[in-house]
């Protein structure tokens, strides 16, 4: 925590990855990922969060109470990785 308000975090995975093959066997590749985020909290009216991995991915979250009535709220979620592409 930087402030009350403020906060950075981090964290690394890594693992195999399984892979399937023509064969029976699976393949196992060694894989890592850094993950870096933000957060910043105005209680309780505003909070933004952000994240990015080192394999391209990218999100975003904003909530934002206007008033006692109306809260605006953002999802984005960005990937270089054709892999990671999701479809409803």
């Given at each position: 925590m930087l402030n009350q308000k403020f906060s950075l975090n981090h964290s690394v995975s890594m693992g195999p990855t399984e892979i399937p093959s023509q064969s029976t066997?699976?393949?196992?590749i060694p894989t890592a990922n850094y993950e870096f985020g933000a957060t910043f909290i105005d209680h309780p009216k505003l909070m933004l969060l952000?994240?990015?991995?080192t394999d391209g991915r990218?999100?975003?979250r904003v909530k934002c109470d206007v008033s006692e009535n109306l809260t605006l709220k953002a999802n984005a979620q960005r990937s270089l990785n054709a892999q990671h592409k999701q479809s409803s």
């Open positions: 066997e699976t393949i196992k952000g994240r990015i991995l990218l999100s975003a």
